[in-house]
T-cell receptor
Framework: DAGVIQSPRHEVTEMGQEVTLRCKPI?????LFWYRQTMMRGLELLIY????????DSGMPEDRFSAKMPNASFSTLKIQPSEPRDSAVYFC???????????????FGPGTRLTVT | RKEVEQDPGPFNVPEGATVAFNCTYS??????FFWYRQDCRKEPKLLMS???SGNEDGRFTAQLNRASQYISLLIRDSKLSDSATYLC??????????????FGKGTKLSVIP
C-alpha cells in the first residue's frame, strides 16, 4: 500500500486566497483525521470522519475552515480566505477502526507545509 | 490544564545512555495510550502502544500508571538514530463512532556521538 497520500506537499499563497489541501487515506481505513501542527501549539486535531461522515469538527478554528469527504478514498480541507496565522503543517491521517488494540493506530501522510504571506 | 503534558526537552544524551521520558494526561477515562516518534520535518509514526501491564520492544520500555495518569518511555543503549521528537498520545473512545487521539507537544531527544 502507498500509505496516506497528501497533496500538495508545499503551498505558498497570499493572504486572502483560497487554499485546498487533499488527502487519500489508506484503502480500507474507516477513520480519517485532519491535524495542524505548529511549534507553539503542537499537533491539533481539526476534524475527523468515520465512514465519510464528519464526527467531530470542534477543532476547526473558525468558519474559514471547511472539510469534506465525498467518498472513502478522498478528503479535502479548504481554507477560505487564508490568513498568515494559518501557516502550519497540515497532516492527514487514517486508521482502521475505533475498537481496541491496533485498530487505534493512526497512519499519517507526509503533510502539507502551508505558508500564507 | 493541558490534556497531555510532556517535558519539551531537549534531552541531550551520549550514545549508549539510558533516557526516560514522562507524560501526564488529564482525562481519567482515557482508554488507549501510545508513543509516537516524529523525525524533523516528517510525519509522526507509531513507536509503540502502552499497556497497563507495561510492555517492552527491544531497547524501548513503556509503562502506564492509570492511578497517577502517567505514562513513561525508557530507551536503553541510545543510538544516534533515536534522535527525534517523542510524542505521548492518549486515546478516548466514547462509542457510536466517536473517538480521537490527543497528542502531547513532544519531547525532543538528541543522541550525541
Amino acid at each position: 500500500d502507498a500509505g496516506v497520500i497528501q497533496s500538495p506537499r508545499h503551498e505558498v499563497t497570499e493572504m486572502g486566497q483560497e487554499v485546498t489541501l487533499r488527502c487519500k487515506p489508506i484503502s480500507g481505513h474507516d477513520y480519517l483525521f485532519w491535524y495542524r501542527q505548529t511549534m507553539m501549539r503542537g499537533l491539533e486535531l481539526l476534524i475527523y470522519f468515520n465512514n465519510n461522515v464528519p464526527i467531530d469538527d470542534s477543532g476547526m478554528p473558525e468558519d474559514r475552515f471547511s472539510a469534506k469527504m465525498p467518498n472513502a478514498s478522498f478528503s479535502t480541507l479548504k481554507i477560505q480566505p487564508s490568513e498568515p496565522r494559518d501557516s502550519a503543517v497540515y497532516f492527514c491521517a487514517s486508521s482502521l477502526g475505533g475498537g481496541t488494540g491496533n485498530s487505534y493506530e493512526q497512519y499519517f501522510g507526509p503533510g502539507t507545509r502551508l505558508t500564507v504571506t | 490544564r493541558k490534556e497531555v503534558e510532556q517535558d519539551p526537552g531537549p534531552f541531550n544524551v551520549p550514545e549508549g545512555a539510558t533516557v526516560a521520558f514522562n507524560c501526564t494526561y488529564s482525562n481519567s477515562a482515557s482508554q488507549s495510550f501510545f508513543w509516537y516518534r516524529q523525525d524533523c520535518r516528517k510525519e509522526p509514526k507509531l513507536l509503540m502502544s502502552v499497556y497497563s501491564s507495561g510492555n517492552e520492544d527491544g531497547r524501548f520500555t513503556a509503562q502506564l500508571n492509570r492511578a497517577s495518569q502517567y505514562i513513561s518511555l525508557l530507551i536503553r543503549d541510545s543510538k544516534l538514530s533515536d534522535s527525534a521528537t517523542y510524542l505521548c498520545v492518549v486515546g478516548f473512545y466514547s462509542g457510536a463512532g466517536s473517538y480521537q487521539l490527543t497528542f502531547g507537544k513532544g519531547t525532543k531527544l538528541s543522541v550525541i556521538p
